[in-house]
């Protein structure tokens, strides 16, 4: 079996999960466990997240044991509703490009 290269049409972007750096969400994530990390010593690259991570994230947040900003929020509960639309499962991962 060989790898094939294959052209890239089309990349769509959502919306900025966190701001890279300096982000408890992106800290909670991380600390997880289920965090595939493939970024440069820059920091950019992508990242990839368990959904069930997110939604925990969420979860911890509402019971106050996750402190985390607004936009973090607002913006974590829109990323949760998208992907259960598209039919996530707690066990898919979720990847990001931090640029």
């Known amino acids: 079996m060989s790898i094939r290269a294959h052209r890239v049409k089309k990349i ?4 900025i999960l966190f701001k890279s750096g300096c982000s408890k969400l992106q800290k909670f994530l991380e600390d997880s ?32 044991t996750l ?7 607002k913006t974590l509960k829109r990323e949760i509703e998208v992907l259960t639309k598209e039919n ?12």
């Open 33 to 64: 466990g289920n965090f595939n990390d493939q970024t440069n010593h820059d920091g950019g690259g992508m990242i990839e997240f368990q959904f069930s991570d997110l939604k925990l994230a969420l979860e911890e947040f509402e019971a106050g």
């Open 88 to 99: 996530y499962t707690d066990d898919c991962f979720v990847q990001y490009d931090l640029f």
């Open 12 to 15: 769509e972007y959502g919306d």
């Open 67 to 73: 402190e985390l900003d607004e936009d973090e929020v």
